[in-house]
């Protein structure tokens, strides 16, 4: 590879695994990771949340901020113990119980991510984790899942993009043949009797509906349960979504079906 | 209402609201009141309690039976043209 992928343009590709090592030579150091905030917010009923920095997938319809895209520009480091503490402060005085991380790829810099959970475990103002993880790194390495899932408040939200690998690449950047990766980490959470739920991005402006069928169907082979309580997500004009797609080839306006100003 | 409807019906809430807000209060906007069996679960959000209780040994059954009755319905509802 020959630049860090950013934004994707429509037909780019890369090697999603390449890109993780080279984002974690970014984002993680010495068992700290880079993160931009520390906040609640009220989904999941109100939750404590770690904003951490960078991906290795390049979603055209992502919503997080430019910190995915330029990863050397934001945030700090926080070692595990930094971020727990932060974590744990918010989570008091905002009166909630659950925690996550969100805004990147929590599974990058795996140190700090067992460490941190670790050290999660051990405090009794957090009840439940959840890991919004995009499945990628769980679905080469089974052993990081047993790693993760030993944890007793750890609760691990998968997030699909596709059902079909041409689409995976072509809305991630990721390359076909990873495609499989994030179904397998579905599988080895389901075979270690993990605490999980599947989610995906069938939003129909986005994911045809003979797609979204082959996606469920997938499901269903593995578990009837896991395609019926399947989270559909759908694609809100975000500043970085909008940013994005235009770079990537679609017209937001439409998209949104926004009707264009006098100047446009 | 028996058990097995109130699971039926948290499923389909979960299609509108599954990730906010939680199970006790989605079920008392329909006055039902939280079954015995999922009061273990009543303040997380509809979605992550399925998925709790589906792991409990004595729920899957009742879960894996409602699951593959809902699932004809999950490609007629919403955008599944």
């Given amino acids: 590879m020959k630049a860090y992928p950013r934004m994707i343009r429509r037909g780019d590709s890369f090697n999603p695994l390449e890109v993780a090592k080279w984002t974690e030579e970014i984002v993680c150091r010495d068992g700290s990771r880079k993160y931009t905030a520390f906040y609640a917010t009220g989904v999941y009923g109100g939750i404590a949340t770690g904003y951490v920095v960078g991906c290795c997938f390049r979603c055209f319809f992502c919503w997080t901020d430019f910190s995915r895209d330029f990863p050397e520009f934001y945030g700090r480091y926080y070692t595990a113990e930094e971020a727990c503490k932060n974590i744990v402060d918010v989570a008091k005085k905002w009166k909630v119980n659950k925690a996550r991380i969100s805004g990147g790829e929590p599974t990058l810099c795996k140190k700090h991510l067992i460490d941190l959970l670790r050290l999660i475990e051990e405090r009794d103002e957090i009840k439940l984790f959840i890991l919004e993880t995009n499945g990628l790194l769980f679905g080469v390495d089974e052993g990081y899942v047993k790693d993760v899932v030993k944890f007793e408040k750890v609760y691990v939200r998968v997030s699909l993009k596709a059902g079909e690998p041409e689409a995976f690449e072509a809305r991630t950047g990721a390359s076909k043949e990873f495609f499989e990766l994030p179904f397998k980490a579905i599988k080895s959470l389901l075979d270690l009797n993990a605490r999980f739920h599947v989610a995906a991005m069938t939003d129909p402006r986005i994911m045809p509906s003979e797609e979204r069928r082959k996606l469920i169907e997938r499901l269903r082979e593995i578990d009837d349960f896991l395609a019926v309580n399947l989270e559909e997500e759908v694609c809100d004009p975000y500043e970085g979504t909008l940013v994005r797609m235009q770079f990537y080839g679609l017209d937001p306006l439409k998209f949104f079906e926004r009707r264009r100003g006098y100047w446009s | ?81």
């Fill in chain 2, 1 to 81: 209402m028996e058990l097995k409807n109130i699971v039926k019906l948290i499923f389909k809430l979960s299609e509108v609201e599954g990730e906010d807000l939680p199970l006790k209060h989605l079920l008392s906007a329909f006055n039902i009141e939280v079954p015995r069996e999922l009061k273990p679960y009543e303040d997380l959000p509809p979605r992550i309690a399925l998925s709790l209780i589906y792991k409990i040994e004595g729920m899957r059954n009742l879960l894996r039976e409602v699951s593959s009755e809902l699932i004809k319905e999950k490609c007629t509802i919403k955008h599944c043209h």
